[in-house]
C-alpha cells in the first residue's frame, strides 16, 4: 500500500513511492529489452522492410521522415512499433543499419546518401535465386 504525506491537512500519495513506482517500471522495461539482447528479430526486420515498400515504394527516405509519416499510415506504424522504433530516428537509423543490403521478399534497403536529416536511403529491387539442393 502507498504511502501518504499530508500537506496542509490534505492526504496525497507520498512523491517518492509515486517516484519509486515509476523507477521500478521503467526498470521493468529496461529488463524485459536487455533479456532480449542485441541478436537480430528476422521477422521484425522483414516486417519492416515489406512495411516500408508498401508505403514509400521507390522514393528517397530518412528514418526520420519515415517516422513522421508513420502518423498517417497505420501498417508502418505497428511494424515500426513490433520493431521498437517507432518514436526514435536514432533506432530505426540503427535498424535500418542492420538490414542494409538483405534482400528480403525481393526488396533491399540501400543508403544513398545524407542530408541535414541524417543518411538517406531507398529500396531497391533485387532479383534473388533460390538455393538448389
Do not use: K, Y
Not at 517500471?25 to 508498401?54: K, S, Y
Not at 497505420?74 to 530516428?89: M, S, T, V
Amino acid at each position: 500500500m502507498a504511502q501518504r504525506a499530508t500537506v496542509r491537512g490534505v492526504s496525497a500519495p507520498d512523491p517518492l513511492a509515486l517516484m519509486l513506482a515509476e523507477i521500478l517500471t521503467r526498470l521493468g522495461r529496461i529488463e524485459t529489452m536487455l533479456a532480449r539482447g542485441r541478436r537480430p528479430r528476422d521477422a521484425d526486420d522483414q516486417r519492416v522492410l515489406m512495411a516500408l515498400a508498401a508505403s514509400v515504394g521507390s522514393t528517397r527516405f530518412s528514418a526520420a521522415e519515415v517516422i513522421r509519416h508513420s502518423t498517417v499510415d497505420h501498417e508502418l506504424r505497428a511494424a515500426l512499433e513490433q520493431a521498437d522504433c517507432c518514436d526514435n530516428p536514432r533506432s530505426l537509423g540503427r535498424l535500418f543499419r542492420r538490414i542494409e543490403g538483405r534482400a528480403v521478399n525481393g526488396v533491399a534497403l540501400a543508403r544513398v546518401g545524407e542530408d541535414r536529416q541524417g543518411p538517406v536511403w531507398v529500396l531497391r529491387v533485387c532479383v534473388t535465386t533460390p538455393d538448389r539442393a
